[in-house]
């Protein structure tokens, strides 16, 4: 019946809405990039998630990291093909960092972070 069809729809509609709720979105209207060297780091705002464009460097290249624990590494590269693609979830007060391998290297962590609404 008419009636049973909406109701069923009501649900489905309700459903989708808690799902988008537990999912979230990337707001990229409040986007924020980012550029680390060596011994810089970037405080997460709030939840949300950071998408890591390139991680390069010169010589050795270097490392980012998620709260002190190793993310990715930069390949050696002289800058030109060290490109690693991260797509990071992470929490208000998360700590990105970039660290290089040696004093011969140097390192650089690009990308965005966005938050979840």
């Not at 490392?63 to 030109?80: D, E, F």
């Not at 693609?85 to 970039?98: C, E, K, M, T």
């Amino acid at each position: 019946t008419t009636a049973d069809f909406q109701n069923l729809q009501n649900q489905i509609n309700s459903l989708n809405t808690e799902v988008t709720g537990m999912l979230g979105r990337m707001n990229y209207n409040a986007r924020v990039d980012f550029s680390l060297q060596d011994g810089q780091s970037y405080t997460v705002p709030s939840k949300g998630y950071l998408w890591i464009n390139y991680i390069g460097g010169a010589s050795n290249g270097g490392t980012a990291y998620i709260n002190g624990g190793a993310l990715a590494n930069g390949a050696s590269s002289n800058y030109a093909m060290g490109s690693v693609r991260a797509f990071v979830p992470v929490s208000a007060g998360d700590v990105l960092s970039a660290s290089k391998y040696d004093n011969q290297s140097s390192v650089a962590v690009i990308g965005f972070f966005v938050p979840q609404i």
